[in-house]
């Protein structure tokens, strides 16, 4: 937009996401709209009525904050729930319509040199490029972090989540569709939401492991997913029959 050429490096073979669901809250969406794609992600969003706490124990609303007209009025934009693929794609079109914008795939830089005027950039193959800037996006386990601030690596907080977009069919009607649901209780909590458009129901259940975090798959189990949140409500428990097992989320800070 300032008229900068930019170029894009991704290491895997294909651009691409992962995850599902995201809320984007008015600060997200302003940049959306600053950067001209925000027609398009809100295309196949779902603008939900609130944000609703309730107590995952005995199914009580706590408290919710309305998302509706006023909302907007005070902060300029909406909060939407998108699915991650529908908001890359937009950006992804977006940045091959820019003929300022050059993406690469199978770039896997290995080191940037910084210099009094510009900053060498090289990869794997030994490929260099003169920049006058380097932005690294390159994620959690950045492997460019260490030439700005060596801090070593990410560290298991002991919570793991396990997520997943289930078909609309498969979710009942009392599920309360047209909000975002936070079901919180001690140590866990459960967040729902419909995204692309409504065809799909987006489910994380999040909680703490009573065991040790470790560089294994033997913590944060499927086995303890299940003894956590089997104290819920009946809803609750309901909904973990359908959350998506096969793969877990240790979250790191």
Avoid at 19 to 43: H, S
Avoid at 126 to 145: E, K
Avoid at 221 to 240: D, I, Q
């Amino acid at each position: 937009r300032a008229g900068i050429r930019v170029r894009l490096f991704e290491k895997k073979e294909e651009f691409g996401e992962v995850g599902a669901g995201m809320q984007l809250a008015p600060n997200c969406t302003r940049l959306l709209d600053r950067l001209g794609i925000l027609q398009q992600v809100q295309a196949s969003a779902v603008f939900p009525k609130q944000i609703v706490w309730i107590d995952a124990l005995n199914g009580q609303r706590l408290t919710a904050i309305d998302l509706g007209a006023k909302f907007i009025e005070t902060f300029g934009y909406p909060y939407i729930v998108v699915h991650r693929a529908d908001l890359f794609e937009a950006i992804y079109q977006a940045c091959l319509a820019n003929s300022l914008i050059t993406m690469e795939k199978n770039r896997v830089v290995t080191s940037i040199d910084e210099r009094p005027k510009s900053v060498m950039v090289e990869c794997a193959d030994g490929t260099r490029y003169d920049c006058n800037m380097v932005i690294a996006a390159d994620g959690l386990w950045s492997s460019l972090r260490k030439f700005v601030c060596d801090d070593g690596a990410p560290h298991s907080v002991g919570y793991v989540t396990y997520r997943g977009a289930i078909d609309i069919k498969q979710v009942s009607e009392e599920a309360g569709l047209e909000n975002v649901q936070f079901w919180i209780g001690p140590g866990m909590h459960l967040v729902q939401y419909l995204v692309r458009g409504g065809e799909l129901y987006n489910q994380a259940a999040v909680f703490k492991s009573k065991k040790k975090p470790d560089d294994t798959d033997q913590w944060g189990t499927k086995e303890e997913l299940n003894e956590h949140f089997s104290a819920g409500c009946e809803h609750v428990k309901n909904a973990l029959k359908s959350i998506q097992t096969n793969i877990r989320w240790p979250v790191y800070e």
